[in-house]
C-alpha cells in the first residue's frame, strides 16, 4: 500500500522523484525507514503511469535512476508501439 500509494500521483509531475522518510509520511502511520524512487511512463508524449523501486533509505540512486529512466524508456515504448497499431 505504501509503495502504491507513493507513487500515485508521479505520472501527474512529469518527472522522476525520491522520496525518503519523512516524505512518505502522507502514506503511512509511522516514519519509514525507507525511500521510493519513481519515473513516469509516457504513452503519445503525456505521461500516463510511473514505475518505480521501494527499498531501504541507504539506496544507490545515481545507478537506479539510471535504470528506472531505461525501464521507463522500454514501457513507453512498447506501449508506443501497441498505440500506433491500435489506430
Do not use: M, W
Not at 510511473?50 to 544507490?60: C, E, F, K, S, Y
Request: aromatic share 10%.
Amino acid at each position: 500500500v505504501l509503495f502504491r500509494s507513493a507513487i500515485k500521483g508521479v505520472h501527474e509531475i512529469k518527472y522522476p522523484e525520491i522520496r525518503i522518510g519523512d516524505d512518505l509520511l502522507p502514506y503511512t502511520s509511522t516514519t519509514p525507514d525507507c525511500a521510493v524512487i519513481a519515473i513516469p511512463y509516457r504513452v503519445n508524449q503525456h505521461p500516463v503511469g510511473a514505475v518505480g523501486i521501494l527499498g531501504p533509505a541507504r539506496l544507490p540512486y545515481e545507478r537506479l535512476f539510471g535504470l528506472l529512466e531505461a525501464f521507463s524508456n522500454n514501457v513507453t515504448e512498447a506501449l508506443q508501439g501497441t498505440y500506433l497499431n491500435l489506430k
